[in-house]
């Protein structure tokens, strides 16, 4: 098993090659969606918020229970999570708010799994949150660290990975759950096109820009490994990355664990193999030197870019940098108007000057930025429409919880609490998950004339709401926390 | 919002003056309560001590005089006889993660801290009377005479808030080494330490005791007040408890001039020999002791068990063993009284959602025991702690199977503070390397929660360091 060339026309995924129009609609039969919710997914985004909201909720719950019924004997964590709240059926939507895994059920594994190499282990617990068979697979095969556990669940196994941070350093592992590969480009696309607007075309000529590593298992990476396949004929040099590399998983756990050792970080850190200590220095190094790249960046983007149509996903804060890199040299307008630039994830914690909602597209030449809510959890995020409203695709059953008691509110009016969504288009693993966001959601008509649940824009982490206080105790060691979260940040 | 009427007030007190004018109002910890406290900015000048020789009235007391007067107003702080002692108890009730049962007892049982017994023993251990009361002379080898003495020192002290005894702690200790205290209150306890002032305003107006305590409630971090305090003419120690949040707002100001006493946020632990699980009989009392150790106090000190060392083997029948005894701990736990424990006041979410998410996704390596507000036992399966270590509260203990004690050795770091360990011969044998990796209490099992009068604290003593030694050498006539 020879590891992946990176940015070589060697480069092509397991999956099978398929015509650059991948990724559009396809013709769909509604009266299937109830038994096979994944497939609304393929019929254009018109039609997709056209459908009346109670036909909906029909749909929606047969196919919970459908999906309920189906993976609750193959995925022992949605069983013990059924079974502990004596749920045996699904009799309405909101019965189902029981089921929302806690983003930490993807890291419910051992980390000394990790630390001690134990990636046949690691295999048997993540085999619990996928109904595709891992049991199968072969892990004599050489497999040294995350990074060849990924690429080895990925083109051997066909589970493709998205990982994330947690708080402490330790990664998240989350099946991305697809058996049809090409849904992931079809996923961008959803992604891409704003509310309203005809869907996209003739993309396959038209460049990505990437504010990061060119490779990385998160839901990023999944993206850019599906537009190389399935859009641009494994064409890498369509995509144009900050940092051609890869976000090493084992460099992101590893920087959390060793930050978090205290005062036994350099026994932990004489433990680590010499290839990966190596990964780790030259990651220290490379992040002295991330201004200077991100400004060369910027500069290869206006120089190569100027007046082009491209793609490219952020956030608003760094669009913010980028416009600031711009206007030094004096740019506005930078890209065609047909551009497509999204943005997700807010503001990232930065304050951005007065006016940046306006003064980004401005600068960027396109009339509006697409602006998503969502999370990695989720196969397709949830456009913003011109009322200033995300709206749930269809397929999406969402759920607002009281942040203390769990309980669903229900499903009328306007309600604030947590955030929670069933994702029926998961057919491999249970597309229910809880986050850590405060949520104002409706259900029922907006301004811009949809219908159907949709969330303002005021999302903010419940953890952002309970720092920042005063409190004093002499229990705890929170240093080491403080600093891994601050190294982690330095590496995305 | 609350408005400033609806609020708990909480005063400014600068050396003996009540000032309760020009207030901001401040949220409460927990979401339930809202507390005024005057803009300590606005009276900075008056907060600060710049005259050092004001000291002077504190030194003509004698250790004597100081510790009689603390057993005076220990007589008057217990909940029941003082009507500020009451409010800032109501108060804590809706700010401290303990429960108003424990809340009530130990507002209740204030003066047992004040003992002036247990004063003068940790006067004399930690410091020395003699030292305190004059000057200590000593002849050096070289015929030189030096003379020692112990003075007071301006101090501004952070307090924590996790138990009302933190804030009397710090008025004894400043009475005995005779300083000048700016007590700066935490938000999840801002009101004791201003009604321990009040009560020794109410009791002796004009004592040096009196006149050299203030407290005050700022937003830790507001510079408006901080870069006026923090500066070597006003203060020379800086005494913080609290963990990154709190030392980072005073780091900056540490300069020649001013001393920081760190009295880091720890956690404890525990070691239990193999001897203790031969079988039921063995392990009952063991698990008892063990219940005290990590569920009293509702586990909110630093002092409190959390990770538990099991050497009773990590193959089945040793793990099948752990199941059985954390069974024990948790039905211990749920036995302990009112005054000393109780179902956790506000769940730490994180905490929560970790625990729920190993008992759904986690099965293969952990047995969850109990669980919710009542507390829980997770025992791992392999000789590791959970990942999540480090938050454990609400009355969760972590036990972990080991084959040889030497793994818990190995997992001490700097941040551990307390180790209880059963049997004794075993802290006896274990100390020395423990106290290398890191460990600063080696304590009888069951026994953690109390901190006797040694003056030991996070491997220091913070009685002697909140002294300035001062001294005197005589080299003859030249």
């Known amino acids: ?201 003739d993309l396959q000529s038209v460049p990505t820009l990437v504010i990061g590593h060119r490779r990385a298992y998160n839901g990023y990476g999944a993206m850019l490994d599906a537009l190389v396949d399935d859009l641009y004929g494994g064409d890498e040099t369509m995509i144009v990355p900050m940092n051609p590399g890869r976000l090493s998983a084992d460099v992101m756990s590893l920087a959390g664990r060793l930050t978090a050792g205290g005062n036994r970080a350099e026994t932990a850190r004489s433990a680590l193999s010499p290839a990966i200590r190596q990964r780790m220095d030259e990651l220290v190094e490379a992040r002295k030197t991330a201004p200077e790249r991100r400004a060369h960046f910027f500069d290869t983007i206006i120089d190569r870019f100027a007046g082009k149509r491209v793609m490219m996903s952020g956030n608003w804060s760094m669009y913010d940098e980028m416009m600031t890199a711009g206007q030094s040299r004096g740019i506005d307008g930078l890209f065609a108007p047909d551009s497509l630039l999204l943005c997700a994830g807010g503001t990232k914690g930065a304050v951005l000057p007065e006016g940046y909602r306006n003064a980004i597209p401005g600068f960027l030449g396109i009339p509006v930025l697409s602006e998503l809510y969502g999370m990695s959890e989720m196969g397709a995020l949830m456009p913003k429409c011109s009322a200033g409203k995300y709206h749930a695709w269809p397929w999406l059953v969402l759920f607002l919880l009281d942040p203390q008691t769990g309980d669903p509110a229900t499903r009328s009016g306007t309600h604030t609490g947590r955030f929670g969504v069933v994702d029926l288009s998961y057919e491999t693993r249970w597309g229910g998950i809880l986050s850590g966001d405060e949520v104002t959601m409706t259900f029922g008509k907006c301004e811009c004339g949809l219908d159907g649940a949709f969330i303002a824009d005021t999302v903010r982490r419940y953890s952002e709401q309970e720092g920042g206080d005063d409190k004093i105790t002499c229990a705890g060691a929170p240093a080491a926390h403080d600093n891994a979260l601050a190294f982690l940040a330095g590496i995305e | ?252 100001y540490i300069q020649p001039g001013i001393e920081l006493i760190a009295l880091d946020p720890k956690l404890s632990s525990t070691i239990i020999g193999r001897d203790a699980f031969r079988d039921e009989k063995s392990m009952r009392p063991v698990a008892d002791a063990l219940a005290m150790d990590g569920g009293g106090l509702n586990q909110e000190g630093c002092v409190n068990a959390r990770v538990v060392w099991a050497e009773c083997g990590t193959d089945e029948a040793g793990i099948a063993q752990l199941a059985r005894f954390g069974g024990m701990v948790y039905e211990a736990i749920q036995a302990l009284p009112a005054h000393l424990s109780g179902p956790a006041v506000r769940m730490d979410a994180r905490l929560a959602e970790e625990i729920e998410s190993l008992q759904i996704g986690g099965a293969d390596w952990y047995t969850v025991i109990g669980g919710g507000v009542e507390g829980s036992v997770v025992v791992s399966h392999t000789d590791e702690p959970v990942d999540f270590a480090d938050i454990l509260t609400n009355r969760v203990l972590n036990l972990v199977p080991m084959d040889d004690v030497a793994t818990a050795v190995d997992a001490v770091t700097s941040y551990t503070q307390t180790i209880g360990i059963w049997p004794e011969s075993l802290k006896e044998r274990l100390r020395d390397s423990l106290a290398l990796q890191g460990a600063q209490r080696m304590v009888t099992l069951g026994r953690a929660i109390g901190m006797p009068g040694h003056g030991i604290q996070d491997a220091i003593e913070p009685w002697r360091r909140m002294c300035r030694w001062i001294v005197d050498e005589s080299h003859g006539d030249v």
């Open chain 2, 1 to 252: 919002m609350m408005t400033e009427g609806d609020a708990f007030r909480v005063p400014l007190i600068i050396r003996g003056k009540i000032i309760e004018e020009n207030s901001l109002v401040h949220g409460g910890r927990g979401g339930s309560v809202a507390f005024a406290a005057p803009d300590v900015a606005a009276f900075a000048e008056g907060l600060c001590l710049s005259n050092p020789d004001t000291l002077a009235d504190l030194h003509a007391l004698s250790v004597a005089e100081i510790i009689d007067y603390l057993e005076e107003l220990g007589q008057r702080l217990p909940l029941g006889r003082n009507g500020w002692i009451e409010e800032a108890f109501r108060l804590s009730c809706h700010t401290s993660g303990l429960g108003p049962d424990i809340l009530q007892g130990m507002y209740k049982t204030l003066d047992r801290q004040l003992d002036p017994v247990a004063l003068r023993e940790v006067a004399d251990a930690a410091i020395g009377i003699d030292y305190l009361d004059g000057w200590v002379e000593r002849r050096l080898h070289d015929g030189v005479t030096a003379r020692v003495r112990a003075f007071g020192a301006r101090a501004v002290h952070i307090v924590a808030g996790n138990a009302p005894g933190t804030s009397l702690l710090t008025i004894a200790r400043n009475a005995i080494t005779r300083g000048d205290a700016i007590i700066k209150t935490p938000s999840n306890d801002p009101l004791t330490a201003a009604a321990i002032a009040r009560t020794m305003i109410e009791m002796a107006p004009d004592h040096p005791l009196t006149r050299h305590v203030s407290v005050a409630y700022w937003k830790g971090g507001d510079t408006s007040v901080e870069e006026r305090l923090y500066a070597p003419r006003n203060i020379e120690k800086i005494v913080a408890w609290g963990g990154m949040s709190s030392i980072r707002h005073v780091a900056k």
């Open chain 1, 1 to 201: 098993m020879g590891r992946r060339n990176v940015g070589t026309t060697e480069n092509i995924r397991h999956r099978e090659k398929i015509m650059p129009e991948a990724g559009f609609t396809r013709p769909v039969d509604p009266q299937r969606f109830a038994d096979h919710p994944e497939e609304m997914y393929w019929q254009s985004q018109a039609d997709s918020f056209a459908m009346p909201a109670a036909e909906v909720e029909q749909i929606q719950l047969h196919a919970l229970r459908r999906r309920f019924e189906e993976l609750r004997e193959k995925l022992p964590p949605l069983r013990r999570l059924a079974d502990e709240h004596g749920l045996t059926a699904i009799s309405q939507i909101n019965d189902a708010a029981v089921l929302l895994f806690k983003h930490s059920v993807y890291k419910s594994y051992p980390v000394s799994l990790i630390e001690n190499n134990r990636f046949d282990r690691l295999t048997q617990w993540f085999d619990n949150l996928t109904a595709q068979d891992l049991s199968g697979v072969n892990m004599a095969a050489g497999i040294e660290s995350i990074d060849d556990w990924l690429d080895h669940l990925d083109r051997e196994c066909g589970v493709r990975v998205i990982h994330t941070t947690g708080t402490s350093g330790k990664l998240s592992f989350l099946p991305r759950g697809w058996v049809d590969g090409t849904r992931q480009l079809r996923s961008t696309r959803l992604a891409q096109q704003p509310l309203g607007s005809p869907e996209p075309h």
